[in-house]
């Protein structure tokens, strides 16, 4: 196939996000322009910073907890058999065939005052009162981790099945623990493969609407509600489109950070 073929292959697809992508986005820039004002005053309201640093914070700390149980998991899985392996990954991956309004709908059923979680506290007499966890971001954590974790196991399952076990076995022999093992051989080799599943699950978490709407209420905005709150409640178009072009580019910033640091970490390996 020559070059003018290959080109004539790529002009559909090109179209489409063109159409598709960029177009939309260009709608939503162009009558925030007229207006520069308007991200100024978005930016200096302190209950918008509020949220702004509750989007990130939220999507920070959801991707930091998804790695720190997905390292261990996916290990165990990708040292088990071929078979067992498929089928582990099967059932991890099967909840996400269920539509995401459902599951957070069932975190509704488990964290409620009259839920299930609150009622096994109480018959086990830990607690006199039940808790406050829904709509808060709490709530919000909670139902982003179950949404995310099994892209960030998949993720990390890739990498560690590559791991080389006999270099385990000889620093364990040589007296390191399982704490240096981990530390200082297993994750250093899982460096792509953690900052991969970061990438995927921050992005994710950030722009996600479903959970937060269900599981943080009107009172625990993040930047995906406000953006709807804004549009389809208060029927202020610029100020949603605002809201959406800050995302997009706060967004952008920090992907494209990591994706840097993976691609640096990815030349280090072959110049190795």
């Known amino acids: 196939m020559n070059r003018m073929h290959a080109r004539l292959l790529v002009i559909p697809g090109a179209l489409l996000i063109v159409l598709l992508l960029l177009v939309p986005i260009l709608q939503i820039v162009t009558p925030t322009l007229i207006h520069t004002n308007l991200y ?5 309201n302190k209950y918008n910073q509020g949220v702004i640093l509750r989007t ?4 920070i700390i959801t991707t930091a907890i998804t790695v720190i149980l997905g ?8 040292r088990q058999s071929q078979f067992r392996k498929q089928l582990l990954l099967l059932v991890i991956l099967f909840p996400t065939l269920t539509n995401a309004v459902v599951r957070n709908f069932a975190w509704i059923i488990i964290l409620g005052k009259n839920g299930v979680l609150n009622v096994f506290l109480q018959n ?22 179950y949404l995310f ?37 297993i994750i250093p080799q899982l460096k792509i493969g953690i900052l991969t599943g970061a990438i995927l699950v921050f992005a994710g978490t950030m722009t996600a609407y479903t959970t937060p709407q269900l599981l ?4 625990h905005l993040m930047m995906s509600t406000l ?7 208060l029927g202020d178009w610029n100020q949603a489109s605002v809201v959406a072009i800050i995302l997009i580019v706060l967004a952008l910033i ?3 950070g990591l994706q840097l640091i993976v691609k640096k970490l990815e030349r280090s390996q072959k110049h190795a």
């Open 216 to 219: 943080g209420g009107n009172q």
């Open 124 to 145: 086990l007499h830990l607690i006199k009162a039940p808790l406050s966890i829904l709509y808060t971001d709490t709530a919000i954590i909670l139902g982003s981790v």
């Open 227 to 233: 953006i709807y709150q804004q549009a389809m409640t």
């Open 149 to 185: 974790l099994p892209i960030m196991v998949t993720t990390l399952a890739g990498s560690a099945s590559s791991l080389d076990i006999e270099i385990e076995e000889a620093a364990a022999v040589l007296g390191a623990n399982t704490w240096h093992i981990l530390f200082r051989i």
């Open 254 to 256: 920090i992907i494209g």
């Open 40 to 44: 100024i005053d978005f930016l200096t």
């Open 56 to 59: 990130l914070l939220i999507s």
């Open 71 to 78: 390292i261990p998991l996916s290990l165990w899985i990708s």
